[in-house]
C-alpha cells in the first residue's frame, strides 16, 4: 500500500479510535462512580449549576477516558503509519488536546481538573505510546 495512503488512514483510524475509547469509558463511569445526586450531566447548564457538588471522584473517569482515548488512538496511529510514527502518535496527542482545550472553555471544570487533564492526558501519553513501541515490528 502507498505510503500516503497508509499515513491518511493511520490519523482516520486514531481519531476514530481514541474517540471511542474516550466516549466508552465517560458512558461507563457514571455507573461506576455516580454523579452527585440531583445533578444533571447531560446539560451544560446542568453541570454548572451542580459543578459545586463533583469531588475529585467524579473527575477520575473523564481524566481517564482523555488519557486512555489519546494512548489507544496514538498507538493505532503509530503502528498504522508507514512512515514517521512518532509524528503521527504526537499528531493525535495534538488533536485530542485541542478537543480538551475546546471542552474545557465549554464543560464546567475545576481549575486544577482542568491544568492536570490539559498537562498529563494528551501530549504525555502519545510519547508514552511512541517510546513503548518504538521497537515492536507490527
Excluded: C, R
Excluded at 57 to 83: E, N
Excluded at 101 to 122: C, S
Amino acid at each position: 500500500m502507498n505510503a500516503t495512503i497508509k499515513n491518511i488512514l493511520a490519523v482516520i483510524a486514531g481519531i476514530i479510535i481514541g474517540s471511542f475509547v474516550n466516549m466508552g469509558i465517560i458512558l461507563i463511569s457514571g455507573s461506576i462512580i455516580p454523579p452527585p445526586e440531583g445533578v444533571d450531566v447531560t446539560t451544560t447548564e446542568g453541570m454548572q449549576a451542580g459543578i459545586h457538588l463533583f469531588k475529585a471522584k467524579h473527575f477520575l473517569f473523564l481524566f481517564l477516558a482523555h488519557a486512555l482515548g489519546t494512548f489507544f488512538g496514538a498507538m493505532v496511529a503509530f503502528k498504522i503509519a508507514a512512515t514517521h510514527k512518532m509524528k503521527f502518535a504526537l499528531g493525535i496527542g495534538a488533536f485530542f488536546l485541542l478537543g480538551g482545550i475546546a471542552a474545557a472553555t465549554m464543560i464546567p471544570a475545576p481549575t486544577w481538573f482542568i491544568v492536570v487533564d490539559l498537562l498529563f492526558a494528551y501530549i504525555p501519553m502519545a510519547w508514552l505510546v511512541s517510546k513503548l513501541f518504538k521497537n515492536s515490528k507490527v
